[in-house]
């Protein structure tokens, strides 16, 4: 998981710039929204060249997409799953990091699912 959008750890142009917040203090964010100047800003952090170089591979998601981590709990997925006529969290609903553990799930389901190899 990356907190600056999945166009910061390269500089390919096909990988999506996202659309909502994105924190100030990441590279080529304007109005804490992500733009094309913040595309391959952490490649140096991600180093995705030698994980590849070594064999491995990189699956990564960026935290906004299922939850900015602001004080606005309209902007995040949580409200997909409110009960009917819930327009608030409750004390128990997830907050952003249960929203990102449960986010880190999806991507190793989606993982063993589609059984990525050489093959």
């Known amino acids: 998981m990356n907190f600056c959008g999945n166009h910061s750890l ?16 990441c590279g080529g964010s304007e109005n804490e929204r992500a733009t094309e100047k913040g595309r391959g800003t952490q490649t140096d952090v991600w180093n995705i060249d030698l994980i590849i170089e070594r064999g491995y591979g990189l699956a ?18 949580e409200p997909s799953f409110y009960e009917a006529g ?34």
Request: glycine share 8%; charged share 25%.
């Open 10 to 25: 390269s500089d390919y142009p096909k990988i999506h710039v996202p659309e909502g917040w994105v924190y100030k203090s």
């Open 60 to 77: 990564c998601f960026y935290s906004g997409d299922l939850d900015p981590d602001t004080a606005d709990f309209s902007d995040g997925i």
């Open 86 to 119: 819930q327009t608030i969290p409750k004390p128990d609903d997830a907050g952003a990091i249960s929203t990102w553990a449960w986010g880190y799930h999806r991507v190793v389901d989606f993982l063993l699912d589609h059984h990525f190899s050489n093959d």
